[in-house]
């Protein structure tokens, strides 16, 4: 069965954005970025309509810019050619290459997605969509990327989740101060 991994980068008090969405904030490394991809085996990703607008309007132009770094160049490229599945009652379509809408039942839809063949399947952002599958058991493993910021408020990838133990996987520091945390769920 496939898994679904999140990933998200969060402040030092466990924001993903601050209280308006902002993510200015964000320490960009791509060492982490690196480490990060090592970790998870995707070849689809899941989003929320925020965080998909957000991504759609970015990445694609990277892959052909060649003024982007190379190591954006090589993520713009890997995210234009994943299957990437947005789950939104409002969205009209999806018109990245290789992206899906998802408009029925998350619960439904992520569970024949997790039977269903190829690689696993990455959460990128999407706070809300983190915290429905959070509270629905979807999600198998967690990727943090802490960033050495306090916000002090934001947006909480676990409002109304109630208690969720992980197990520790693995964790890297690096040069820029941030840190990569892995879990995987655990059942106790």
Do not use: C
């Amino acid at each position: 069965m496939r898994k679904v991994i999140m990933l998200n980068r969060v402040s030092i008090d466990g924001f993903f954005a601050g209280p308006n969405g902002e993510i200015e904030w964000f320490v960009h490394d791509a060492e982490v970025d690196k480490a990060a991809h090592e970790m998870a085996d995707a070849d689809t990703v899941l989003f929320g309509r925020k965080t998909y607008q957000m991504f759609e309007g970015y990445w694609p132009k990277v892959a052909g810019d060649p003024n982007a770094p190379p190591e954006a160049r090589v993520i713009a490229n890997e995210l234009n050619e994943m299957t990437k599945v947005v789950f939104s009652k409002t969205l009209k379509a999806a018109t990245w290459e290789n992206s899906k809408l998802a408009t029925s039942n998350l619960a439904e839809e992520v569970k024949r997605l997790k039977q269903g063949s190829g690689a696993d399947m990455l959460i990128f952002g999407s706070g809300t969509i983190v915290q429905q599958m959070t509270a629905g058991g979807f999600i198998d493993e967690y990727l943090f990327i802490v960033t050495p910021v306090v916000l002090g408020a934001g947006k909480s990838l676990f409002k109304g989740v109630q208690k969720l133990n992980l197990g520790h996987v693995e964790a890297r520091h690096f040069n820029s101060g941030n840190v990569l945390l892995h879990y995987k769920t655990t059942s106790s």
